[in-house]
């Protein structure tokens, strides 16, 4: 390959590495803010149970209105809870083991296109928990908004106290505490990245990869230049 050439050819792969890393780095997210093929974990804690509990939360898109939302939390309790969740209604379906139950509204993604002083139904305490509660859903507030690191959030509460953030881009949950009378589910934010990538999230490897990019680039330059 002649050196002309060769130079098209890192600049092409340089401009697809960069293309491909941001793809990467917002977790195959579309425009409508889908949180497709993207892992949140958190620190999760409740007072039915004492000690923290890591948690993987992993989204994928399994048909053009449903995200499927997998739960795995780790240490003592090694276990798997599954659900659908309908994107046009955020409607809980086909849940697995454990989680929010059917007909319960999500609360681990919210719209993307809310504002300021809306009102969102979301499952605020799991069935059977309490005697004669027939559903979980409570009505919460979007009252808010801050940054979490570098991603920004809506804050959302209920009337029981709960106070819940969530990434405005793709609206998956970041912090929260779920509340209702005794009873709490918190989750604390430990990182978000893309599945099939442990351990690496995407603005990590949207980093690594235009960094080595620009640096294979520099040295084949300096090198035509000695030549």
């Not at 009102?119 to 979007?142: E, S, Y």
């Not at 929260?176 to 990245?193: A, I, R």
Request: charged share 15%; glycine share 10%; with cysteine.
């Amino acid at each position: 390959m002649k050196k002309s050439n060769l130079g098209k050819f890192f600049l092409a792969l340089i401009t697809f590495l960069i293309v491909f890393s941001h793809f990467l780095a917002i977790g195959y997210s579309n425009a409508v803010g889908i949180p497709n093929g993207l892992q949140v974990k958190h620190n999760y804690s409740t007072n039915v149970m004492s000690g923290i509990t890591p948690s993987t939360m992993t989204f994928t898109k399994s048909s053009s209105d449903t995200i499927h939302i997998t739960n795995y939390l780790g240490g003592d309790i090694d276990d798997t809870g599954s659900w659908d969740t309908n994107t046009n209604t955020r409607i809980i379906s086909n849940q697995v083991n454990f989680g929010p139950f059917n007909g319960d509204h999500s609360v681990f993604w919210i719209y993307t296109n809310i504002s300021l002083d809306d009102q969102l139904l979301m499952c605020n305490i799991w069935k059977g928990v309490h005697n004669g509660l027939t559903n979980g859903d409570a009505t919460f507030n979007v009252t808010g908004e801050a940054m979490h690191g570098t991603m920004e959030v809506w804050i959302l509460k209920d009337a029981h106290g709960s106070e819940m953030w969530y990434e405005k881009a793709r609206g998956f949950l970041v912090n929260g505490t779920l509340k209702h009378s005794t009873d709490y589910n918190t989750y604390e934010f430990v990182s978000v990245g893309v599945t099939g990538l442990p351990g690496v999230s995407g603005y990590s490897l949207f980093l690594i990869i235009c960094v080595t990019a620009m640096i294979s680039f520099v040295i084949i330059q300096r090198k035509k230049i000695k030549n």
